[in-house]
């Protein structure tokens, strides 16, 4: 630990419930590395006291936060400023204070993005096929979409993944195709895509021994990536890789959606590898909470 001086940074987590958050590992394991003068503490804010706690950000001058369940979207009213991201989304993961002016960021999406990019995965012309239409899944729909040739959503509330797709043909000006989630629409659109990502909570611990997609549908020629990281390998992912597919983890995206907040806090490139080995200690030495 880096020792706490008069001019530390704080940065933090809020959410609740926020005690099995990794972030406060990842992030001063980079500050350490770094060399940096920052902390970053975990606070657990309940809904009724989310507007004081953003108070207390301007008061305290807090430097920077991440905003987690339940609070992502309900945080949006108190920023003064909002990146694309979170202007499409609503939904806020991190929070740059600059002298008193709060700026929203939202970086699950391009979390995403760089997960497949660092780990050498082409987009451009391929089809992408997005399993869900929750507050990860749009955000990954809505900084994919322009990167990817194809783009299919299909999620259990057929609702929400046609509105979506209706509203990113809209706002981005590309064709983007919303389906109910059933085993033909998955067994359809799977035969033709070039990457599956899961971005529904199924195969999450303690329900681990689950996944939607069944495993005879999965090819060597198909790069895999679930957004669940904790277990680290899914059911999904170990089905993928037994089939010859790429995988993706999980804890790709989470690392490099923390890295693109380090970046907003300090302006120094993050140390991904450090950030990565930060983030598997921790999983297992929790035991992955089988
Ligand atoms: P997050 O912020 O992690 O995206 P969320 O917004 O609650 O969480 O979204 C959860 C996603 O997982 C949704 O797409 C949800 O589908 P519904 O919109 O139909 O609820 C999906 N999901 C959760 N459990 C599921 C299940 N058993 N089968 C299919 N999809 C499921």
Same mark, same amino acid.
């Given at each position: 630990?880096?020792a706490?001086?008069g001019k530390? /940074?704080?940065?933090?987590v809020?959410?609740?419930p926020?005690?099995h958050?990794l972030s406060p590992t ?5 500050f350490?590395h770094?060399?940096l ?6 606070f /657990? +804010?309940?809904t009724?006291?989310l507007?004081n706690?953003? !108070?207390g950000?301007r008061g305290l001058?807090?430097?920077g936060?991440?905003?987690t369940?339940p609070?992502k979207?309900?945080?949006?009213a108190y ?7 979170v ?12 002298d008193g002016k709060?700026?929203g960021f ?10 497949l990019?660092e780990?050498?995965i082409?987009?451009?012309e391929?089809?992408?096929?997005l399993?869900?239409?929750?507050g ?5 729909a809505f900084?994919?979409?322009k ?6 959503v ?6 929400k993944s046609?509105?979506?797709?209706? !509203? ?6 590309k064709?983007?195709v919303?389906d109910a989630l059933?085993?033909d629409a ?5 035969q033709?895509s070039d990457v599956?990502i ?7 611990n303690?329900?681990a021994?689950?996944s ?6 999965l !090819?060597?020629?198909?790069? +895999?990536?679930?957004i669940v990281y904790?277990p ?6 170990k089905?993928?890789k037994?089939?010859?597919a790429?995988v993706?983890?999980g ?7 923390g890295?693109?907040?380090f970046?907003?806090?300090t302006?120094?490139?993050?140390p991904?590898k +450090?950030? /990565?080995?930060?983030a598997l200690n921790k999983?297992?030495n929790?035991g992955? !909470?089988k």
């Amino acid at each position: 630990m880096m020792a706490i001086s008069g001019k530390t /940074r704080v940065c933090g987590v809020i959410g609740d419930p926020i005690e099995h958050t990794l972030s406060p590992t990842i992030h001063n394991a980079a500050f350490n590395h770094l060399g940096l003068d920052f902390v970053f503490l975990a606070f /657990r +804010v309940k809904t009724a006291d989310l507007e004081n706690a953003l !108070r207390g950000m301007r008061g305290l001058g807090i430097h920077g936060l991440n905003v987690t369940m339940p609070h992502k979207n309900a945080v949006t009213a108190y920023l003064d400023e909002l990146d694309e991201a979170v202007k499409f989304l609503g939904s806020t993961n991190t929070i740059l204070n600059k002298d008193g002016k709060l700026s929203g960021f939202n970086t699950d999406g391009v979390g995403a993005l760089k997960a497949l990019r660092e780990n050498g995965i082409e987009l451009a012309e391929k089809k992408l096929l997005l399993l869900g239409a929750g507050g990860a899944a749009k955000a990954i729909a809505f900084s994919l979409a322009k990167e990817v040739g194809e783009l299919v959503v299909l999620n259990r509330a057929d609702g929400k993944s046609k509105e979506l797709a209706e !509203r990113l043909t809209i706002t981005l000006d590309k064709k983007v195709v919303g389906d109910a989630l059933t085993p033909d629409a998955i067994a359809d659109n799977l035969q033709d895509s070039d990457v599956l990502i899961n971005a529904t909570s199924v195969g999450m611990n303690p329900a681990a021994n689950q996944s939607i997609v069944p495993p005879q549908l999965l !090819r060597s020629d198909l790069t +895999v990536m679930d957004i669940v990281y904790n277990p680290v390998e899914t059911k999904l992912a170990k089905n993928a890789k037994a089939a010859g597919a790429k995988v993706i983890s999980g804890v790709e995206m989470l690392i490099y959606q923390g890295a693109a907040s380090f970046e907003i806090w300090t302006g120094h490139s993050a140390p991904i590898k +450090v950030m /990565r080995k930060a983030a598997l200690n921790k999983l297992s030495n929790a035991g992955e !909470r089988k």
